[in-house]
């Protein structure tokens, strides 16, 4: 049997989302909730988007194949009983044998969230992104138009990117003000190691007049990270989930995404 997780997770105190040596990323502690649940010495997991450190979830999908018949409000209750505090299964259910997390998505959405404060943030420390300067949002939409559609991304890749190719399709790039707050919406097929935290060191570029619109087209035809902006900071950045067959029947929201700015 085949089962589907709906995760939500703070990123902050850890390593990113991959098992790692350090025993402190999400899915080391996701596995070990899950093996204590089934009384398994272990378990493996798949994912839909793997996470950096500092960066959080909220529809984080994983899959994964179990002989243990358990109610389907137990998936959800169980694991969370052995999970820290920041991190929560928020829905479970059983999938088709050929469905796979992260072959099985047709795209991927991310949001950044963005403060814009002559100071720095304090009760939302880490979950929000920082500016001090007056960002100008007709000028980082002109930008961000540049981007849609099929590209090369080679720019705003990082260095141990592990994709067999850099070209993705960018299919939308939503840029919205709420008070001091501003919300970055991406959708792609897929994307490329620090591909957004690079993409919003370009934008906020632009956007405090540090560089024109034009110059993300410019960074995005030279086909070199060398040639784009330093790499934003993780703390804004929220992985809201996978876009899968609605065929599926698998949620798209939690409750989280009702809290996000």
Same mark, same amino acid.
């Given at each position: 049997?085949?089962?589907?997780?709906?995760?939500?997770?703070?990123?902050?105190?850890? +390593?990113?989302?991959?098992?790692?040596?350090?025993?402190?990323?999400?899915?080391?502690?996701?596995?070990?909730?899950?093996?204590?649940?089934?009384?398994?010495?272990?378990?493996?997991?798949?994912?839909?988007?793997?996470?950096?450190?500092?960066?959080?979830?909220?529809?984080?999908?994983?899959?994964? +194949?179990?002989?243990?018949? *358990?109610?389907?409000?137990?998936?959800?209750?169980?694991?969370?009983?052995?999970?820290? +505090? +920041?991190?929560?299964?928020?829905?479970?259910?059983?999938?088709?044998?050929?469905?796979?997390? *992260?072959?099985?998505?047709?795209?991927?959405?991310?949001?950044?969230?963005?403060?814009?404060?002559?100071?720095?943030?304090?009760?939302?420390?880490?979950?929000?992104?920082?500016?001090?300067?007056?960002?100008?949002?007709?000028?980082?939409?002109?930008?961000?138009?540049?981007?849609?559609?099929?590209?090369?991304?080679?720019?705003?890749?990082?260095?141990?990117?592990?994709?067999?190719?850099?070209?993705?399709?960018?299919?939308?790039?939503?840029?919205?003000?709420?008070?001091?707050?501003?919300?970055?919406?991406?959708?792609?097929?897929?994307?490329?190691?620090?591909?957004?935290?690079?993409?919003?060191?370009?934008?906020?570029?632009?956007?405090?007049?540090?560089?024109?619109?034009?110059?993300?087209?410019?960074?995005?035809?030279?086909?070199?990270?060398?040639?784009?902006?330093?790499?934003?900071?993780?703390?804004?950045?929220?992985?809201?989930?996978?876009?899968?067959?609605?065929?599926?029947?698998?949620?798209?929201?939690?409750?989280?995404?009702?809290?996000?700015?």
């Amino acid at each position: 049997m085949r089962i589907a997780l709906g995760i939500s997770y703070n990123g902050r105190a850890y +390593d990113g989302w991959q098992s790692q040596p350090s025993g402190r990323t999400v899915q080391d502690h996701l596995e070990r909730a899950l093996a204590r649940f089934l009384d398994v010495p272990a378990i493996s997991t798949l994912c839909a988007g793997r996470t950096d450190a500092g960066v959080h979830g909220l529809n984080q999908v994983v899959h994964f +194949d179990t002989p243990v018949l *358990r109610p389907r409000n137990a998936w959800v209750r169980g694991p969370n009983s052995f999970l820290p +505090d +920041d991190i929560a299964v928020q829905w479970a259910t059983e999938v088709p044998a050929d469905f796979h997390a *992260r072959a099985s998505a047709r795209a991927r959405r991310y949001a950044y969230v963005l403060l814009e404060s002559p100071v720095r943030p304090s009760v939302d420390r880490g979950q929000v992104g920082w500016v001090f300067r007056p960002l100008s949002q007709s000028a980082m939409q002109a930008a961000a138009a540049a981007l849609i559609g099929e590209h090369d991304f080679s720019s705003f890749r990082a260095a141990q990117c592990q994709a067999h190719s850099p070209v993705k399709e960018m299919r939308r790039i939503e840029i919205v003000r709420r008070g001091a707050y501003w919300r970055f919406e991406f959708e792609a097929s897929a994307f490329l190691h620090h591909m957004i935290r690079n993409i919003m060191g370009c934008l906020i570029a632009i956007g405090t007049g540090n560089r024109p619109p034009a110059w993300m087209a410019e960074v995005l035809a030279a086909k070199s990270r060398d040639a784009a902006a330093p790499t934003f900071a993780p703390d804004g950045l929220y992985f809201l989930g996978p876009v899968y067959d609605e065929a599926l029947g698998l949620p798209t929201r939690t409750p989280a995404f009702d809290w996000l700015p």
